[in-house]
């Protein structure tokens, strides 16, 4: 979020200017389609950044002490054994703006991330998803506090 954060900055208070000036030098300013199109940007691009540091301000605020060390919570990674296909999977909870299903990051407000959470080695979950529903046993798990031991020391 913090790089999307500073290129959207370099674009409102760099190019977007620049743009602006250029749409302004060609004249009459109610018929000039790239001043209203980088001025309609300008508004998206203020927004946009008003919701990354609206939703940074909350991550920080994240008390990392209330996520738990023995069970799925934010940041833990989850290798399940999904009983109706046999197949044995790894996800890693992760916030919305982290997600992507194709490298196993899955929201913890997922239908999946929601079943895990709070959940520890051997339960079974089952999860409603559109294609029906899916059991899963968790195999392993490591939390985020696993995770920030083995760097810390």
């Known amino acids: ?38 001025k309609e940007r300008q508004g998206m691009v203020n927004a946009r950044l008003g919701q990354l540091r609206a939703r940074l301000r909350e ?6 002490d209330r996520i738990p060390r023995d069970r799925v919570g934010l940041g833990s990674s989850v290798r399940v054994l999904d009983l109706t296909k046999e197949e044995e999977i790894t996800y890693k909870l992760v916030t ?40 899963m046993e968790i195999l392993e798990l490591t939390t985020i506090h696993n995770l920030s031991d083995s760097t810390s020391g």
């Open 1 to 38: 979020m913090e790089d999307e954060i500073a290129l959207l900055e370099n674009e409102l208070r760099i190019q977007l200017p620049r743009e602006i000036a250029k749409a302004r030098a060609h004249g009459d300013l109610s018929e000039n389609a790239e001043y209203h199109a980088a």
């Open 59 to 64: 991550l920080s605020m994240v008390d990392f």
């Open 96 to 135: 919305s703006e982290q997600a992507d299903v194709a490298k196993g990051q899955i929201s913890t407000t997922s239908p999946i991330g929601r079943a895990l959470l709070g959940k520890k080695v051997g339960d079974t979950v089952k999860v409603l998803i559109p294609g029906g529903t899916r059991e």
